[in-house]
């Protein structure tokens, strides 16, 4: 486990210099008896189309181990909200708020993260397979180490994002925005990054095996031994041969017309 909030030595994305991610929190403690009445209110708030029951503020609430799974949380506040090892799994978070709050060991499995807005969140050693966080915002969020298998990420802003050593196997990231976001030692085995916007990202020691990067924007991405073995790049963007020497290919690398070479090892 890592933990990353506080640490002045965890990764950062050479567009991150404005978020700073050690900022103390004064966390508020709430009675279980009191959490109750708020997300009575607030599930209320949801059934009735927001005409009764009260919208749910738990903004720098320490709610770490609590079980949320199942719940419909619809628009719910939880900005810089304590939530290590919470459960939110089939969770119906759309358009909720979560912006710097922590998920450290956090279970969001199958969750519904629609629009939500999770900037500089730290999800680290998270189980979030089947996630789904279309159009959701997560710029300079810290999701290291986690579990992201057949998750949603289509059209989100995920600039500056830490996913290393996460598992994108299968993952939805079409048109995402992945700018300066750093994937090192992370796996993406047939996940599918068309158009996704790519330029300047981290791929060291990243592992594509089998992805779908047609159109994707590639400029000034940085490689390094990164495995690119049965992946489509076609019609990719800003792709160049220098850039195209640091990776590992195989027969089935399908590269743009310009920068077709034999398959072979990267340095």
Known sequence: ????????????????????????????????????????????????????????????????????????????????????????????????????????????????????????VNLTDADCEGVCMVEADIEFAIMANSDFR??????????????DSADLSGADLRRANLRGASFVDTRLHGADLRDARMGGAILRHTSFNGADLRGAYLRVAKFYRTDLSGADLRDVEGLTTEQIIHTIRDAHTRLPLDLITEPEDGE
């Open 1 to 120: 486990m890592i933990t990353l909030m506080a640490d002045p030595a965890l990764p950062r994305s050479p567009f991150a210099g404005s978020i700073d991610f050690t900022v103390d929190r004064q966390l508020q403690s709430i009675s279980p008896e009191r959490l109750a009445r708020v997300l009575a209110a607030h599930e209320l708030y949801v059934k009735s189309e927001q005409r009764s029951g009260q919208r749910a503020n738990l903004d720098s609430t320490d709610l770490a181990g609590i079980s949320f799974a199942g719940m419909k949380l619809w628009h719910i506040r939880l900005q810089r909200a304590e939530l290590a090892n919470a459960d939110f799994a089939g969770a119906d978070l759309r358009r909720a708020i979560l912006i710097g709050a922590t998920i450290q060991r956090g279970r969001l499995a199958a969750a519904d993260l629609t629009r939500g807005r999770l900037n500089g």
């Open 150 to 163: 057949n998750a949603n990420f289509r059209d989100a802003d995920m600039s500056g994002v830490i996913l």
